[in-house]
């Protein structure tokens, strides 16, 4: 219990100590979330329905699928997991103590985003809080899955951005967060479906703000939830502990169960 | 089998075609430091992580303190220290967390005194990225040996280290072995093997060509003990006299210099001669050869008759092997 206390402080330290991670974990996001409400409403006074969930969407998006994966590889890369096994420290830990410090960090900037937006920019506050609160948590869960399966799957730096972009930049055009899903062409909502932002924004509109949605809301907070769960075990199961050792269990390619749940949502919605 | 730390029975490691390990075996007592010798290439790397289940043997078998490592990792992580020879920790960890973070996954209270020992005290807080190579690697080495493991391997440990970190990380070797840790030491230092080994392997090309203390590699190879002389009168160098068992005389500055094969005899002969003629002895150094020397002399052996690893036929013979030194 203690090395874990140990790992967790430590972690939590290095989202705030290394400069990539405080920019992808808080100045991002918050100077993202800044500009929008300055800018964006004054575009689009509509957006200040979707301003909440959508900049606590990117908050997430932007800590766990372009700060969580790189430090993974890196470390791999840098040798580090060895001294990590010698000392008797477990894959799982590796894995799920970064995950769940970025999920903090994430929590941290959504509260702040949550508190601000209405007395700031006049953003509309959740009709339900619990069930904001428990889509926060889903959509935390379901990006720091993907973030891990991302770094464990990535063969190194430059994968890790493409793999993250291959999710980030879709997302932000097509996940709803800047535009409606329902505003969309049919041809490409099936696309926008595959991306957990997209589901993120649906159980958010559907539970915390009780407007109408494109999918069934439960669906999509069923898939956030069994996607980030999938992407989790996916990812302690492909780890590699060395860079230099090509044994590892699974091909890469298996990292796309993890969009499984969204295609059910998708053949359900047909 | 109940004294022995380690064992190594026909170990083969390949990395697709290549072969890195061909074949080999060895033991190691408890409490014994044994020094794993060879040029880059040689299979120390690879046969030192497969002890430690970093790396899965492709053949043989692997014992320490009977634990298989690539089945029993985790119960091997708490009774053997590893300072690996290429690693690293996080850039933005301190040293101070490193020994917190490590102790606490081995489940004990942490060493800071071994910070302060290996020269890390006043570096606490400094981050692992802004430490230099030498003060990186004692911090691996006070890692590695916080847990007071049983079994210590030690991968180049002194490379890239200054003299004083040398001798202090020598006497830190000693003080572990005094307290029964038993120390697999692979280095290319052949002085830091001769000094700290009790035993050494040596290895070639995935196999193992040689084994014994150091004393007795020495004294297999076709090396000469260097008998080097001076006296009053200088009548050595004057009159070019040879004595038995000597292969060669030369004259260096104020000394008479013989290459001898036995050296018993050869000094014998030397004061005899010096006492009938009143010539008064002022130095007398006699010199073996040294493990650098045999080990040079091994590998260029090697290195024109053995076979390459992974074809068929045995290594040549390398020197005649005495006592327990000797071919492997």
Redesign the interface.
């Known amino acids: 219990m203690t090395a874990l206390v140990h790992h967790f402080r430590y972690e939590f330290r290095t989202g705030l100590r290394d400069a990539t991670l405080l920019l992808m974990n808080y100045l991002f996001p918050l100077g993202f979330y800044a500009m929008m409400g300055l800018v964006m409403v004054q575009i689009n006074p509509g957006f200040k329905e979707a301003m909440i969930p959508a900049m606590v969407v990117l908050a997430a998006m932007a800590s766990a699928l372009l700060g969580l994966p790189g430090p993974l590889v890196e470390s791999r890369e840098a040798g580090i997991y060895r001294s990590y096994r010698i000392n008797g420290v477990p894959a799982v830990s590796i894995l799920l103590m970064p995950a769940l410090t970025t999920g903090f960090h994430i929590l941290i900037v959504s509260g702040i985003i949550a508190l601000t937006a209405n007395p700031l920019f006049g953003g509309v506050v959740p009709a339900n809080w619990g069930s904001f609160a428990l889509v926060t948590l889903l959509t935390v869960f379901s990006f720091a899955g993907l973030g891990c399966l991302i770094g464990v799957v990535a063969h190194d730096a430059r994968a890790v951005v493409l793999l993250s972009q291959l999710i980030f930049l879709p997302s932000t055009l097509l996940g709803g967060m800047m535009m409606p899903l329902d505003i969309l062409p049919q041809t490409v909502r099936p696309v926008s479906l595959l991306l957990p932002a997209s589901h993120a924004m649906q159980a958010f509109h559907g539970f915390a703000y009780g407007l109408e949605t494109v999918t069934n809301p439960l669906l999509s907070a069923l898939a956030l939830g069994a996607s980030g769960l999938i992407a989790l075990v996916l990812a302690i199961y492909l780890f590699n502990w060395d860079s230099r050792n090509d044994v590892r269990r699974g091909h890469p390619l298996m990292a796309l169960l993890a969009l499984a749940p969204y295609v059910v949502v998708i053949v359900a919605q047909l | 089998m109940a004294d022995q730390a380690i064992q190594v029975k026909d170990f083969r490691k390949l990395y697709g075609d290549f072969v890195a390990v061909d074949g080999i075996s060895f033991s190691v007592e408890i409490g014994e430091i044994f020094g794993l010798l060879g040029p880059n290439g040689a299979g120390k790397t690879s046969t030192l992580e497969c002890l ?1 289940g ?3 043997p492709t053949a043989g078998s692997l014992d320490v303190l009977g634990l298989d490592p690539s089945r029993d ?2 119960k091997l ?2 009774i ?1 220290g ?1 300072q ?1 020879q ?5 850039a ?2 301190s040293v101070a ?1 490193a020994m ?3 102790c ?4 004990v209270a942490p060493r800071y005194d071994l910070l302060d020992r290996l020269g890390l005290a006043a570096k606490h807080d400094a981050r692992y990225a802004d430490l230099s190579t030498g003060l990186q690697r004692r911090l ?1 080495l006070a ?1 590695a040996v916080a847990h007071q493991p049983q079994v210590l391997f030690l991968d180049e440990p002194t490379a890239g280290l200054d003299v004083e970190s040398r001798a202090e990380l020598h006497a830190l070797i000693q003080e572990l072995q005094a307290q029964g840790t038993t120390i697999i030491l692979a280095t290319h230092d052949m002085a830091e093997a001769e000094k700290m080994a009790d035993r050494v392997a040596i290895l070639l090309r995935g196999r193992l060509v040689a084994t014994g203390t150091p004393r007795e590699l020495t004294a297999t190879g076709e090396g000469f003990t260097k008998v080097s002389v001076r006296t009053e009168q200088s009548l050595l160098s004057s009159n070019g006299t040879m004595f038995p068992a000597v292969h060669q005389r030369s004259v260096m500055d104020d000394y008479t210099v013989y290459y001898s094969r036995d050296p018993g005899p050869t000094v014998s002969a030397i004061l005899g001669y010096l006492s009938e003629r009143n010539d008064k002895l002022i130095d007398l150094r006699v010199e073996r050869p040294s493990l650098e020397e045999r080990f040079l002399e091994i590998t260029a052996l090697g290195q024109t008759s053995a076979t390459a690893p992974g074809q068929s036929g045995a290594t040549a013979p390398l020197g005649a092997g005495t006592g327990k030194g000797g071919t492997a």
Request: charged share 25%.
């Open positions: 430690e970093l790396r899965e990792g985790r992580r708490n053997v590893v690996l290429t690693s690293g920790l996080p933005n960890m967390e917190r973070f490590f606490a996954y081995h489940g691996a890692l």
